[in-house]
């Protein structure tokens, strides 16, 4: 293995293992918060026991949130001090700013971990929601970043150094909207979902205790909200993609020819040698209409581009099909459990459909890491697009697969002990029954 | 250029120091309590490690974030040097890193995981040694930039990744940073251990407090003599700017000063002296290697990005510092009573823990 192959496998699962945490970071404070406030506002103490349920979920995975974030601000430097001392004055102010998000999540997670009886209901449900925002505006922050890799704008280029900067530019740049918006969906549908099925599973062990009946049918709910937006974020997605990084759209799609009325490929093994992508169902005009709302319109086909400014045409495919099929499973479920709760008027809680609802509840997690190899994958060969390649970019340090090995083996085990962790709470959690009556 | 500071670059490397002294007296002292949790001994180890516990758990991940915020400065502010220091430092660094994660999460698992003894223990006992580990790293990465082994030649550092930190000097630092953490949090413990009226808990820090002012007092001495050695552009700015002397001779000062509040158990005023010397040593520190960021050859000036980038980063500070220092106020009076910030030891008499000898 190359060094420079080594660094990108470290960058990609250091990432792909700090994403899940930035999720749970984003989603969980929200999702403890509207239990807390229910609580306050209807004295029924079940969610009370949510919300504290949660926020115990939360404190562990916030701090592996927080460590793995830690290694990476620091392994941008260590793996691409290239890319650092080219775009860090230009993308470092959206860093330094989520710096300040980072303290304000930190801090008012304290009080409301470790404050329950120590502050005011009042001051401790407000720092629930101060946790919430500023989990959400960190994720946005350092889109901004992510955004400015695949679209850069906000400097020019003189000599091989950047001139003329313009950082409120470079924030907004043209790929952070869709990036930030569909993420954040992201964020909170795999949250949704995860939690769906770990409370379905504890019903199928105890059908009566409130305690998950709630929380299932509050996931439930979050996942089919989630799960309708999703599809037109990542619709959206697909247009800006396709105006903004047309060799990345080819290589989602298999689309090896410039055509007019491109067809929408479902399935099939693009093949970057024979370029053609046998065995997939084709829907005749369609790809041309998502990403340019005309049948007829044409798509740049990857033979517009150099050979070697390919992306791994067969892993970005592969990958956004995974993303769209888990998208339309999680949609498919969330939606099976509505129609059910209201025809019967009652939670869905047949022992089918909490199983249902249990084998679902990976998907979210699945999309949110095939997601990212669309995205980081659909961009290579480049680490800014069309300015910076990735090999140009990586340190002179050599033997990185030292360091891969030994973050690889860091990560399987804080994997496994955080799932231990968690499956301890969960089993742990509390027993309501049903006809408990809430607090006067 | 030698003396003022007042220029953008400057200002803004100034307050990267400001974010690491904050680090340090902060973020250190949970270091520190790591390796007293390590170091526990005696009838009442477990009551030592369970005031640890109960007093880093609310605040360690906001104390960490200081670590975080001067990186990010640096690396707006400074792209060139932190490429610089990341490729030549990469191995001490990935160390450090290791020991922040183990660290970090070993905590929280103990704190929220299964509540069976052994398990615990393992989970401690990773806690408390990477927490011995990280500072001793720390250090070594501070002291190879001021030791003047990281030669940027054409804007590229050439290094052949060991010789920027295998030298006397880094290890020695290495070696203050871990005595001066471990001196901060017992003072902090000693007081913490005092609001719970919790007497023999004090004393028990108490004793620790003064075995680490001695021992740091004992390892800057030795490390001092491998400035010169060692680190000679250091030394020469040290020597360049008689005033460092006296501050260095200042920070001696507060050292005695704390082991003698240590011994008259005015434990407030300890606190003050300790966390006064850390920021006397660590500004003096920073001066004598003005105007250079990384030693023997990159500025300030010469590694600062745009100009108005460094604008921008100094407003989005004073900005996010609106918000973040009464937030901070508000998480330290939540959890450490009201007497938090206090200066001195009220008179005796009017208080539960601390009489006088
Ligand atoms: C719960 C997770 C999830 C789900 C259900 C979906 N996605 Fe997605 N998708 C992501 C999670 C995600 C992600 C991991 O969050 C990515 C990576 C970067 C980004 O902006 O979002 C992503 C990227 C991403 C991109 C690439 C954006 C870019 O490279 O700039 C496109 C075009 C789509 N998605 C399209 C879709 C479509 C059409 C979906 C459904 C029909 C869909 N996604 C469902
Ligand atoms: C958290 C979600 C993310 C995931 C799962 C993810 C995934 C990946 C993967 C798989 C790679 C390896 C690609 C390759 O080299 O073949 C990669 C590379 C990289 N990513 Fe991301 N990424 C994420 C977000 C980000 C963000 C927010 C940034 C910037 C702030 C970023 C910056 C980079 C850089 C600098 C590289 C290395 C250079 C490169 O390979 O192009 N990523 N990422
Ligand atoms: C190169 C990319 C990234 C870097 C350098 C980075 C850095 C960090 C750091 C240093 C922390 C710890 C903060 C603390 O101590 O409290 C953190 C946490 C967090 N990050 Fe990332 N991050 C990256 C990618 C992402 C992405 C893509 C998202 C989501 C969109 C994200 C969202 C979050 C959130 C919400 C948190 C706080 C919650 C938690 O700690 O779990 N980050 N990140």
Redesign the pocket.
């Known amino acids: 293995m190359t060094d420079a192959l080594a660094?990108?496998?470290l960058?990609?699962l250091s990432?792909?293992f700090?994403?899940v945490f930035?999720a749970a970071g984003i989603a969980m404070p929200l999702f403890m918060v509207i239990a807390e406030w229910r609580y306050r506002r209807t004295g029924e103490t079940v969610w009370l026991s949510l919300a504290k349920a949660w926020s115990k979920g939360a404190a562990v995975l916030f701090a592996v949130g927080a460590v793995g974030g830690t290694v990476l601000s620091f392994e941008?430097g260590l793996?691409?001090p290239g890319?650092m001392q080219f775009s860090g004055s230009i993308?470092g102010v959206p860093f330094s700013l989520e710096g300040f998000a980072f303290f304000t999540e930190a801090i008012f997670l304290g009080i409301y971990l470790y404050g329950w009886e120590r502050v005011s209901p009042r001051l401790h449900l407000g720092a629930g929601v101060i946790v919430a925002v500023s989990g959400a505006v960190s994720g946005l922050l350092?889109?901004m970043?992510?955004g400015w890799?695949h679209a850069p704008a906000g400097f020019e280029v003189a000599n091989g150094q950047a001139v003329n900067i313009n950082p409120f530019a470079a924030m907004f740049n043209p790929a952070w909207p869709h990036i930030a918006l569909h993420m954040s969906i992201a964020a909170y549908q795999t949250i949704a979902a995860a939690m769906m099925g770990i409370h379905g599973i504890m019903l199928l062990r105890d059908r009566s205790n409130l305690f998950h009946r709630k929380a299932f049918a509050f996931a439930l709910t979050a996942t089919l909200i989630t799960g309708v937006l999703q599809p037109l974020a990542g619709d959206f997605s697909a247009k800006q993609v396709a105006q903004l990084q047309p060799a990345k759209l080819a290589a989602m799609e298999g689309q090896f020819k410039t055509e007019q009325g491109a067809p929408l490929r479902i399935g099939g093994i693009p093949n970057p040698n024979t370029q053609e992508t046998p065995l997939a169902i084709e829907i005749p005009g369609l790809l041309s209409w998502l990403a340019f709302g005309d049948t007829g319109a044409t798509v740049i086909g990857l033979e517009a581009f150099p050979r070697a400014d390919w992306p791994?045409v067969l892993l970005v495919h592969l990958a956004f099909q995974i993303m769209v099929g888990s998208a339309f499973v999680m949609l498919g479920v969330a939606g099976l459990g509505a129609v059910l709760a209201w025809r019967r008027r009652r939670l869905p809680d047949s022992r089918w459909y909490l199983w249902l609802a249990a084998l679902a509840a990976p998907f979210g997690l699945l999309a949110l890491?095939t997601g990212?190899?669309v995205?980081?994958?659909g961009?290579?060969p480049?680490?800014i697009q069309d300015i910076m390649r990735?090999l140009d970019?990586v340190t002179p340090m050599t033997n990185l697969g030292v360091p891969l090995v030994s973050f690889a083996l860091i990560y399987v085990a804080l994997a496994v002990i955080t799932v231990w962790v968690l499956t301890y709470q969960v089993l742990h959690s509390p027993r309501i029954a049903p006809g408990h009556a809430p607090a006067a | 250029m030698n003396t003022l500071l007042f220029d953008l670059p400057s200002l803004v490397a100034g307050s990267i120091m400001v974010a690491m002294t904050f680090y340090a007296l902060l973020g250190g002292a949970d270091f520190g309590s790591g390796v007293w949790d390590l170091l526990a001994s005696g009838p009442r180890a477990r009551q030592q490690r369970e005031l640890i516990a109960h007093a880093i758990g609310p605040i360690w991940e906001a104390n960490h974030v200081w670590l975080i915020a001067a990186i990010v400065i640096l690396f707006t502010g400074f792209p060139l040097a932190f490429a610089e220091i990341s490729t030549a430092l990469f191995i001490p660094l990935m160390l450090m890193l290791v020991g922040i994660v183990a660290r970090g999460s070993a905590f929280v698992f103990r704190a929220y995981g299964s509540q069976t003894d052994s398990v615990r223990q393992v989970y401690g006992t990773v806690f408390a040694i990477a927490s011995v580990v990280t500072p001793i790293f720390l250090g070594i990465i501070v002291g190879s930039i001021s030791s003047g082994r990281i030669v940027v030649v054409d804007g590229a550092v050439r290094t052949d990744f060991f010789d920027a930190w295998l030298g006397a000097f880094p290890f020695a630092m290495g070696a203050l940073t871990l005595c001066l953490f471990a001196l901060l949090a017992a003072v902090y413990l000693a007081i913490e251990a005092d609001s719970a009226h919790d007497e023999a808990l004090r004393e028990d820090f108490r004793r620790r407090a003064l075995i680490a002012a001695i021992v740091t007092g004992g390892v800057a001495w030795i490390s001092l003599f491998f400035i010169r050695q060692d680190a000679p552009v250091l030394y020469a700015g040290f020597v360049e700017r008689p005033w460092t002397l006296a501050t260095v001779g200042l920070s001696m000062v507060l050292g005695v000063g704390t082991i003698a509040a240590l011994l008259k158990r005015r434990f407030y005023v300890a606190r003050l002296t300790v966390v006064l010397q850390v920021i006397c040593v660590m500004w003096t520190w920073a001066f004598a290697q003005y105007p250079y960021l990384v030693l023997p050859n990159l500025t300030i000036q010469q590694a600062a990005g745009p100009e108005i980038t460094l604008q921008i980063a100094v407003v989005a500070l004073v900005a996010g510092g609106l918000i973040l220092f009464p937030s901070l106020f508000l998480l330290y009076r939540v959890f450490k009573g009201r007497k938090v910030f206090a200066l001195i030891d009220a008179p005796a008499g009017n208080q539960t823990g601390a009489r006088g000898a």
């Open positions: 660094a990108r496998l960058m990609g990432l792909a700090h994403i930035a941008l793996l691409w890319f993308i350092v889109l970043v992510n890799q791994p890491e990212w190899v995205t980081e994958l961009r290579q480049w680490i990735t970019a």
